[in-house]
């Protein structure tokens, strides 16, 4: 957390300038929103484009204060181009993630940067694993017992589906991040193993039920 950079900065600005335009424009909205049926028809570009529409301004609100929170670590150890991989990456990943859960559901319909922004936590983590959060702005707690946490409730709620929240982008996006991050900085691997293998747990578990049948 801290100053604003320049650079996220002008990913919040997209984000809310695109975001506003889809609120107030529904032929837009519709037009550039994550659809797998219009995917499917050849309609790639939703991929990308529907990680910088928002549902309301509620759930855009979350997702940049979010994304404001874990930038910083990021840049720090990144620069602009590392991290600016990382949030495609994860935004990208956590899209084809979804695709891939719902392929034959060609009404399934998603919005948000949840995907890129998770993936930004997770690379934050990794990068600054001392780094504490406030859960519930009150207590704090290790960045990366929350990073795990959630993604093990990711996994749990990706089972349940009782709700409209695109955990599967999410989950993807924490892949991407993860991954992204140890190929642009592979001395991770030896300054931070132990973080490396505890955020690498949910990401097994999940590939376990997949291939179990359990998802």
Do not use: C
């Amino acid at each position: 957390m801290g100053d604003l950079a320049l650079l996220t900065i002008v990913i919040i600005a997209a984000n809310v300038i695109i975001s506003f335009k889809g609120f107030n424009d529904l032929s837009f909205f519709h037009r550039y929103k994550f659809n797998v049926g219009d995917i499917r028809s050849g309609k790639k570009y939703q991929i990308l484009t529907s990680g910088f529409l928002h549902a309301d301004y509620g759930h855009l609100f979350v997702n940049m204060l979010t994304l404001y929170f874990f930038a910083n670590p990021v840049l720090y150890y990144l620069g602009n181009l590392g991290f600016v991989v990382v949030y495609l990456v994860s935004l990208i990943l956590g899209n084809l993630s979804s695709l891939y859960f719902h392929k034959n559901e060609w009404n399934y319909t998603a919005v948000g940067a949840s995907g890129a922004v998770t993936g930004v936590l997770y690379a934050a983590i990794l990068l600054n694993p001392d780094m504490m959060l406030g859960l519930f702005f009150i207590v704090p707690i290790p960045a990366y017992i929350f990073g795990i946490g959630y993604m093990f409730y990711t996994i749990y709620a990706m089972r349940k589906r009782q709700d409209n929240i695109g955990h599967d982008a999410h989950f993807g996006g924490a892949v991407g991040g993860y991954l992204a991050t140890l190929i642009i900085q592979p001395w991770v691997f030896k300054e931070h193993l132990l973080m490396v293998l505890l955020l690498a747990a949910p990401i097994i578990v999940l590939f376990w039920l997949h291939r179990e049948g359990k998802l």
